[in-house]
């Protein structure tokens, strides 16, 4: 093995440790202060809009995972680099280290609400890093091509100083969980809804179709918190302010005692492509936003609620939207059991007809009353559009592309939304030949999705299906393709089947 070869390993060694201890100090300094996840933050609030798309589209769901793990990949990296460095010179290996700890603590510091001691993990981890890679460089350069005693010496010191790395870590993360609100979620009890709960129609499920309702574990997650926000129930709090004449603010135990309702709403993600699947149907538990908004009296001109995240993340809804008397809830409950952590617990909102990224604000406790003139929301200077009305799309689950199907009759379904609109009808087309109309399969409400059927007759070759939906307001989707940027994708879903 060569020197440099094993300077890089002293050097990705002296990483691990490093990061690995300074994940036990986040557990007492807060879970972002690890500079893993304030450098991942820090990225994902300043990627650029067509990044941001490639990685969802790349990665779906899994995008804060693959955020994560590539910049651990670049800091293993930078680490191998310092330990070559360090034979040649300690004081450049010390500049990179210190330029690591740089990096750390400005992307800690600057997280939202974070305090001075949120710099510890960054300092401490940068410490140690020196620490270890000044006892691991003297071993790499002691190992001579025929002295086992030395290689051993190096490995073991590599493997053990590596190992303390990888435990601290997964302790860290460990004692982070268990410090999260898991118990607080189990002990709180839902409260009923004071109106009757909407029930599933028979026949709402089509076979072949994604489920009619989401479950909890399968509903889509996308926002930008690398590690879900721990609120504790009994400290929340949302505060409504800004351009209002009455400004409020409940608690917890005050929001339980509210009115509640339990409605079926459909939620869609703006960076969802055509055909995609970050969109989902749950059953909702909350308080009419309506009410609260009417309660804090908004001034005339104040055409935008800013809701603010316990993160610092911001959406801004139109007040108007809010106030039209759609089912916009401040939602404490998902699918009969309290919001799960990811989803926004405690609370978070639930608007029909907006795209998430101007509604759906998760873990919520604040509410601006201001103007669209005068606030961007945080996805807005970002590129993307202040208004998030969502589109009338249309989806094909059964069969696949790619798929292959006896001749004979081959049952094409799927699912159509145009949320607070409704779908009124689903075409199908194979081929060239005519659009022709699929069958509606009854649906809670126009504020979900309704999924659709269609009997064809297959014949061999090769075919194209597509399909396209219109709203109850007799608008139908537009053919011509767009990406999500800046206002929703665009475009008729299609897939190419093989029959036999």
Known sequence: MKLTLRAGLAGIAAAAVAVGLAE?????TGPLSSPLLAVGGVVVDHVPAPVKDFGISVFGTHDK???ITGTAILLAVYAGLVGIVALRS???AYAGIALFAVIGVSAAVTRHDAGVFAALPSLIAAAVAIFALRRLVPLAEAVEPVDSDSRRRFLVGVGIVAGVGVVGGFAGRLFTSSRAVTEARKSVVLPKSSAAVPTVPAGAQVAGATPYVSSNESFYRIDTSLYPPQVDPATWQLRIHGMVRNPITITWEQLLQRQMVERYVTLACVSNEVGGDLIGNALWLGTA??????????LPDADQAVA?????????????????????????????QPLPVEHGFPVRMVVPGLYGYVSACKWVTEI???????????????GWSALGPIK??????????????????????????????????????VDDNAWEAATLAPAVSADTWVQWSYAWQGTKGDHRIQ????????????EEGAPPAPDGATGWHSVEVTVD
Request: hydrophobic fraction near 40%; aromatic fraction near 8%; glycine fraction near 8%.
């Open 24 to 28: 036990i100090v986040a557990v007492f």
């Open 65 to 67: 995972t693959a955020l």
């Open 90 to 92: 300690w004081l450049w």
């Open 289 to 298: 936003l309506k009410d609260l908004l009417d309660e804090a009296d908004p």
């Open 308 to 336: 603010r995240s316990v993160d610092g993340w911001t959406c801004g809804s139109p007040t108007a939207v809010l106030r039209d008397g759609r089912d916009a809830l401040l939602a404490i409950g998902m699918n009969g």
């Open 368 to 382: 601006e009353l201001t103007r669209f003139t005068d606030f961007d929301a945080y996805w807005v200077p970002r």
């Open 392 to 429: 009338t799309e249309s989806r094909i689950d059964t069969p696949k592309d790619g798929a292959k199907r006896p001749a004979g009759q081959v049952m094409i379904a799927g699912v159509a939304w145009a949320q607070h609109r409704g779908i009124s009808k689903v075409e199908v087309q």
């Open 467 to 478: 399909v396209r939906a219109t709203d109850a307001e007799g608008q139908t989707q537009t």
